[in-house]
């Protein structure tokens, strides 16, 4: 996977109303940390920081970083998203030495059909997004593949089925559902819709021979005051 560069200016200038300043024309500010150096706060251009994550890699994106112009290799590790807009309003830069691991999420992409549970009325649920794995920065992969072909009713794919690349490895529970093959939902909704219906002409019956009784009892009880 090849470097993606990225230009970023230290600043020296901080607190909530620069960073709504910056925001405003477009920039993001940001901080860089790792290797046991300082915070430097930075600020980064927000069009070039989208083009930088949009490729393949994704956030997972290997950066050579320019901090005015002394290169390091980076992750853009946290993104801070405004919480109605969506757009990015800070990054943080994680410093990475590209033969160490390190720590990052990574997409869990399922390729194939599952014919079975198609053919059964069922659906594919996706209990798992994204994948935390351990792997040098040099080769993270850009996606988990989780093959569903064989995926039948009531089975699950989970974490211990998953083939990593040679080299990336997860401490994710290896019992946690990736993905489930799910029956129709429409089979137990016909069966409890079946179940009330039972329950509800049983109350009915139930109802009326208790009128009925009830009915017979008064006519009994009236009869000796007719007569006299």
């Known amino acids: 996977m090849a470097d993606v560069r990225l230009a970023v200016a230290s600043r020296t200038e901080i607190g909530s109303a620069r960073s709504g300043r910056l925001r405003a024309k477009g920039t993001i500010p940001g901080i860089v940390y790792g290797h046991g150096n300082d915070p430097v706060a930075v600020a980064v251009d927000g069009r070039e920081l989208r083009t930088a994550l949009s490729g393949d890699a994704g956030l997972n994106a290997l950066l050579d970083l320019s901090i005015d112009g002394t290169s390091h290799t980076a992750l853009a590790k946290v993104l801070q998203r405004h919480p109605t807009r969506g757009t990015v309003i800070h990054v943080d830069f994680q410093l990475v ?30 209990d798992m997004a994204t994948l935390t794995v351990n792997a040098t920065a040099a080769t993270i992969p850009q996606v988990i593949e989780v093959d569903i072909t064989e995926l039948e009713m009531g089975h699950v794919i989970r974490v211990s089925d998953l083939v990593l690349p040679n080299g990336v490895t997860t401490d994710v529970d290896p019992e946690t559902p990736v993905v489930t093959g799910l029956a129709p939902r429409t089979t137990d909704a016909g069966a409890e819709e079946g179940v009330e219906g039972e329950a509800a002409e049983g109350a009915e019956g139930e109802a009326g021979e208790a009128a009925a009784e009830a009915g017979g009892g008064d006519a009994e009880a009236a009869a000796p005051a007719d007569a006299e």
Do not use: F, H, L, Y
């Open 97 to 126: 030495d590209r033969n160490q691991a390190v720590t990052v999420d990574v997409p869990i992409e399922m390729i194939g059909e599952a014919a079975k549970v198609a053919q059964s009325g069922g659906q594919v649920a996706a």
